[in-house]
């Protein structure tokens, strides 16, 4: 479904992404392990194609020099040029990190914006989903988003990408700063939007462990380069993994 060769992100001098060869199949929950700064956010831009959006306003306003290079292959379609919002249409989702909600809309009002890419059908089925999905969501759905939980606005932040119909769904650190009890709630539900919407789902985090059991397969990034890739098993049982990403 998508195909990354070779790909290469500079900032300025620094490199942020390191020559990444990633695959995602239809239907696969894939994820990206690394500590932080390793470049997630870096290689989910990229992805969704908000880096080039990055780079012509840094080049406006004269700032640091951004490059892309690489081959990010969509369905067979070559998209490493595409702008963000033309990947959107195609399904491809960026849920960024930090949830990035807007306050002072209402959790429906939110929820309402993401359906921009979607039907009045589609929204209003989505809409049925994602409460079904959160059942919190729907009895704070006049609530402002600036006065949710961390684990409100996550699911929240989550919603609201389901309501753009994603077919790829990018879940950037869906599980920062969240208690582990509601990392179990956020993490359960990525599982069913796969299993019951069918939406493939990439999914970084800086610990490996909550989110390994669901993964089909996953890459561990250090320092802007996939070091090592394997199945959630194959990883679990790699004991360099183990100590640096288990906290064994
Ligand atoms: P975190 O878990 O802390 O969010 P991350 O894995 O998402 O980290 P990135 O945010 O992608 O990492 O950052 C990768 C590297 O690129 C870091 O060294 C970071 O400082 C650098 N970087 C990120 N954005 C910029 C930018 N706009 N300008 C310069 N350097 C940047």
Redesign the pocket.
Known sequence: MLEARGLMVF??N?L?INNVDLRVQEGQIVGVF??????????MYTLSGIILD?KRKEEMRGG?RISVFGKLRYHGEEISQMKPHERAKRGIILCP?RRRIFPESSVLENLKIGAYLASSGEAKETLDYVFSLFPALERLKDRQGGFLSGGEQQMLAIGRALMAQPKLLLL??PLLGLSPQIQKVVIGAIKEIRDQKGITILV?E?YARPVLPIVDYAYI?EN?AAVLEGTGQQLLENPDVKAAYFGL
């Open positions: 900032y300025e620094m942020a690394g500590a932080n700064s390793a470049g997630k956010s870096t290689l990055k640091e990190e950037d650190e970084t800086q990034l802007g």
